[in-house]
């Protein structure tokens, strides 16, 4: 759980970091000044968008900010997008940088689908107890008992 925790109060944390890391390691000290650079001045932003985006939508589920910790496939996810994000800043490799845009992609569509289904449950629930509060007291379902009901009618003198 502390790991879980970790990774849901240092996402945005890691959105300026990472993209940072790979700027500077890969951009200025490796590749040094020339086509390189420039690519990676259109990238890391490009990087910073994405892991904020991903960020905002594993923020926006209830169940992650009830328990303040993200679940275990965002943290398994988190992780290797992470660590891939970690790895291309030390190697250039051209596989490290296809992994770390697919992993992008996936830990988008990963995590706008878990919020769709999770919003999709809630809504669900809220119009089921809409449609039990609305059903008439002698209708199918479970039996409730009448209220009682007292009238005072002010026009009507006390005996």
Known sequence: MSYRRLLYLGQFVA????????????????????????????????????????????????????IRAVSWRDASLLTVWYLAIVAYGLWAFQALAVAVVLLSIAAFWVSAWTLFRETRARFRGIVADFERAAQPPGAAGPTVEPRRIIVINPDEKPR
């Open 15 to 66: 959105a300026v970091v990472l993209p940072t890391w790979v700027l500077v390691s890969r951009g200025i000290l490796a590749d040094g000044v020339g086509w390189e650079l420039l690519v990676y001045l259109f990238a890391c932003p490009a990087l910073f968008l994405s892991m904020v985006v991903v960020g905002a939508l594993i923020n926006a589920r209830v169940s992650v900010r009830s």
